[in-house]
C-alpha cells in the first residue's frame, strides 16, 4: 500500500514559474525523500530531509517538512522544460531495513 | 547515471512462465533493495538483501524471490507470473547504514505478462 499521498498529481506551468508540489504521510518517519523520474524510467534522488529539519535546499530545490502535520512540500523555482517529469516523495521509517514507501507521484509538465 | 544496472531492460513472458531479473550494485553498496512500479503508480516495496539475507520484505507473495550474490549483485525471481505482475521492475542499491541515505535505481526492467 502507499504510503503517502502527493498533491497535486498533475501540474503544468510555464517555464520560469515555480512549482510547488505536497506530499502526505501516515506513519512516523526517519527521514523523506524526494525523487524524480522521466518516462518510466529510473528514479533519480534529489533531496533527503531528516526528520528533525524543517527546511533543505538544494539548488532551484527546497523542501519542507512538517511532522506535527505530517506533510513535505517541493518547491523548484525558475523551473524548465527540462524539469518535466513525475516527482514522487518517499519515507524512510528506519529500523534498519531502509525500505522507501512511495507515494503515487506528481505528474510535472513545463512548458517551453 | 547512477552505477546501477539492471538486465534485461524489456522482457515479455507468458502467463504460469518464470521470470529471473538481474542486478548489479553501484561500487561500494551491500545492500539491494527491489521495487514493483505499476504503470501511473509509485514504486511498492518488495524485498531489500543485505549481505546475502533478507532484510525486510514487503506484500508480495513467496512466488516473489530473491538473491544476493557475494558481489552484491542481485537476481528477483517470479514464479507462476501473472498478468498483473507486469510493470516496471526497480533495483536500488545503497551502504547499509543507520543514518539517513539515499538510495541509486537502476533504469528498470519493463516487464510484460501476456
Known amino acids: 500500500s502507499q504510503q503517502g499521498e502527493e498533491d497535486p498529481q498533475a501540474l503544468s506551468i510555464q517555464e520560469g514559474e515555480n512549482a510547488t508540489m505536497n506530499c502526505s504521510y501516515k506513519t512516523s518517519i526517519n527521514n523523506l525523500q524526494w525523487y524524480r523520474q522521466n518516462s518510466g524510467r529510473g528514479l533519480v534522488h534529489l533531496i533527503l530531509i531528516r526528520s528533525n529539519e524543517r527546511e533543505k535546499h538544494s539548488g532551484r530545490l527546497r523542501v519542507t517538512l512538517d511532522t506535527s502535520k505530517k506533510s513535505s512540500s517541493l518547491l523548484i523555482t525558475a523551473s524548465r522544460a527540462a524539469d518535466t517529469a513525475s516527482y514522487f516523495c518517499a519515507t524512510d521509517a528506519g529500523g534498519g531495513s531502509e525500505k522507501l514507501v512511495f507515494g503515487k507521484g506528481t505528474k510535472l509538465t513545463v512548458n517551453p | 547515471e547512477t552505477g546501477v544496472t539492471q538486465s534485461p531492460t524489456h522482457l515479455i513472458k507468458t502467463r504460469g512462465q518464470q521470470v529471473t531479473l538481474r542486478c548489479s550494485s553501484q561500487s561500494g553498496h551491500n545492500t539491494v533493495s527491489w521495487y514493483q512500479q505499476a504503470l501511473g503508480q509509485g514504486p511498492q516495496f518488495i524485498f531489500q538483501?543485505?549481505?546475502?539475507?533478507?532484510?525486510g520484505r514487503g506484500n508480495f507473495p513467496p512466488r516473489f524471490s530473491g538473491l544476493q550474490f557475494p558481489n552484491y549483485s542481485s537476481e528477483l525471481n517470479v514464479n507462476a507470473l501473472e498478468l498483473d505482475d507486469s510493470a516496471l521492475y526497480l533495483c536500488a542499491s545503497s551502504p547499509h547504514d543507520r543514518a539517513a541515505t539515499e538510495a541509486f535505481f537502476g533504469q528498470g526492467t519493463r516487464l510484460t505478462v501476456v
Open positions: 538483501y543485505y549481505r546475502e539475507e533478507e532484510n
